[in-house]
């Protein structure tokens, strides 16, 4: 007894001591690095609003700032308490050196030459360079827009070394910001450049006045940084490198700099030489039929390729961000829907942030704005909405243009899916005109000769369009998106891309009445039946891509169906109730369904429901696998049931079990007598193979599509697939007639 006594009592003791270490270990784990310590912080109050002295409720000298705040919110963090010595900037240094103190913050830059004597943490500020001018009309954001006017500045500084850059500028050196801020207030000069944070204050003290904070291309030689100094060697330093990335990551950091900084103090917490969104990879989807935003042409290699401005824009974003992307190509209805079902993160196509779009995602700023032309054949002279009255119109559904073309009086509009399609119906002289973006109707000049376009002039559009990025609902990419805007903007470069890819005359929003032009191209002349087999045929490898992934889905999607198919029709024949319920509501669920919204709740519901990004292409074998099994299962069914009654009894009569019976006398015959009703099943499923182009799968027909956006011919990519369609039912006919004789002929023998 006393033995089972003690045992029970080790136990015991043993596990309380496992407790105890446990908690004792939580204990530890859950401590701050530095709880219960005390230091010595010091600064040199004299440097708003990073830090200063102002009186308390009591009248009392109180330091307070940026920096205070961050002091701590990492006291807070890392567990200590602190003090603050306010000193001299010369004597920081010292006190660390002496250990008067524990660490500095104080606006302070890690030069190589304090290096040298203490150590410092990676930089939690980043100072940055403004111009200020009055608030109004005349504000100027850019050194550009500084160009020819008279500015103030500081003597002997790095302000005065960027002011002297600018172009034209009559420059006022003075002996301090204060002064410089002066002569703006006055009206003496237009701007003056100083530095960011000083220009925060001034505009609190003065309304009048208005700051922009120079991008980085302007303003290289501001990417210093301010650190926090500890004595070397200090375990200090460490923990405040993690605490500062802690303080970033739960934006902490941005709500101190927003309170001493406004709007833009964001920007002085971002590390100029770290991109937003360095490590990430994103997904652009775009609708590449949209030249010259957006379009495919073959590369070297005959792979397709997407280019165009859009595509250059998401380059430089991703470039300046620090990205990588991939870009999914699809239809255009299907855009706002990807976003939605988050099989992509931004869309950048074209798309104008219209009231309804904004209801389901975010729009960053707007980056272009395009210009509506009308497009006619060359002499029409229907260079204006008056002289559309009463003529035939096409262009495309769900767009401005649209509307603009319904205000047409007696105008007899014609709404299509594209603007490829829309200059078919133009070329096929089906309508009199279209209306179409400005810089779409150049490139289709470049095409097609007898053509002529006039840019319709703002006073009779009565609307200014515009395109955006789109992004998902709440997310981060608008803010980040909208500031790299702003800043390609500023430096000019959005203005290249729309010269490299629309012209000059594109760039000036307030002339659009001046761009009017007859094309004078020759590539396409009027000869014979206007067919132009040689130009389609230079995408044949795209035509054979087409084919393998055509192929490739039938096959699945075939074996899917077939399987699916077999196990729903023995169901459908057995006696178990429950099953058959089942098996009769799948298949009447799956044919009494169009197989296109089939397709569309498995794309783009799947994300939706379950989170799982599924692929195209295994959306597409998923659907048309289930679809083609509810088929399947009937044309089996009913060859089951057609197999003579006296088979089943006499196999029942020799005890033969019934899955023996199924698989080795009934099926066997049933196969036989389904055979053209299979191979009619499968040359269907080959057929509607065509609707998967509809969420962006390569097909044949996809190909055929693109190479009409590139080439602007209807005829010739169509017949090629239709043809290779046809080649391609009459091998499986073919085959299946031959396997059918070969039946037949084991019959007879």
Known sequence: MNKLLKRKLSKFLAMVIIFIGFFTNSIAENKKPFEGKHFVMAT????????????????????????????????????????????????????????????????????????????????????????????????????????????????????????????????????????????????????????????????????????HILSEKESPASNSSFAIACQKDSP??????????????????SEIAKKWLGEEGESFITDPKEKPLSGKHLIMAVNATFPPFESVELNEEGK????????????????????????????????????????????????????????????????????????????KNLYSLKKLEGKKIATTFGTNYANIAERVKDG??????????????????????????????????????????HVL?????????????????????????????????????????????????????????????????????DEGL?????????????????????????????????????????IKVSKIKPLQIFANVYTSVFRGTPLLVQLFLVYFATPQLIGYKIPTLNAAVITFGLNSAAYVSEILRGGIQSIDRGQYEASMALGVPYYKMMKDIIIPQAVKVVLPGLVNEMIALLKESSLVSTIGVVDMMRASQTVMNVTYLAFEPFIIVALMYYVLVMILTSFANILEGRLRKNDRS
């Open 44 to 211: 040199s109050a004299n440097f708003p609003p990073l830090e200063f002295v102002t009186l308390d409720e009591d009248g009392q000298n109180k330091v307070v700032g940026f920096d205070i705040d961050l002091a701590t919110a990492l006291s807070e963090e890392l567990g200590f308490t602190y003090e603050i010595m306010n000193t001299q900037f010369s004597s920081l240094i010292g006190g660390l050196q002496s250990k008067r103190v524990d660490f500095i913050i104080s606006g302070m830059s890690p030069t190589d030459e304090r290096k040298k004597s203490v150590d410092f943490t990676k930089g939690y500020f980043f100072p940055k360079i403004a111009i200020i001018s009055l608030k109004g009309d005349n504000e100027y954001p850019t050194l550009k827009s500084l160009e020819g006017k008279k500015i103030a500045t500081t003597f002997g500084t790095n302000y005065e070394k960027i002011a002297q850059g600018v172009k034209g500028a009559e420059l006022v050196s003075l002996e301090n910001s204060v002064v410089a801020v002066q002569e703006v207030l006055s009206g003496r000069v237009e701007g003056a450049i100083v530095d960011g944070r000083h220009a925060v204050e001034f505009v609190k003290e003065q309304p009048k006045l208005t700051y």
């Open 457 to 525: 002039p703002e006073s009779e559009v009565k609307a200014t369009d515009s395109y955006a990025i789109g992004c998902q609902k709440g997310s981060e990419l608008v803010e980040i998106f909208n500031k790299a805007l702003t800043e390609l903007e500023e430096a000019g470069e959005i203005e290249k891309l729309v010269v490299k890819w629309m012209g000059e005359e594109f760039t000036k929003v307030n002339e659009a009445d001046k761009i009017n032009e007859v094309s004078d191209n020759n590539e396409i002349k």
């Open 530 to 570: 206007k067919l132009h087999f040689g130009r389609v045929l230079e995408y044949k490898k795209l035509f054979v891509n087409g084919l393998v992934i055509s192929l490739k889905f039938t096959i699945l999607s075939a074996v899917a169906g077939i399987v699916l198919g077999t196990i729903l029709a023995l």
């Open 236 to 253: 200090l330093t460490e923990e405040f490198n993690k605490a500062l990335v802690t303080l970033k990551e739960n934006g902490k950091l």
């Open 304 to 379: 397709e390729e997407i280019i165009g401005f859009d595509m250059d824009i998401a380059k430089l974003l991703s470039e300046k961000l620090g990205f990588t992307y991939d870009v999914n190509n699809m239809e255009f209805s299907g855009l706002v829907g990807a976003l939605q079902s988050e099989r992509a993160d931004f869309v950048l196509s074209g798309i104008s942030p219209t009231e309804e779009r904004k209801k389901s995602i975010d729009f960053t700023k707007d980056y272009f704005y395009p210009k509506t032309a009308i497009i006619c054949l060359k002499d």
């Open 412 to 453: 007899k509009v014609t709404l299509l899916n594209s603007s490829p399609l829309v200059m078919q119906e133009l070329l096929n002289e089906r309508v009199d005109a279209a209306i179409i973006d400005a810089s779409q109707a150049s490139e289709f000049m470049k095409k097609y000769n007898n053509l002529e376009f």
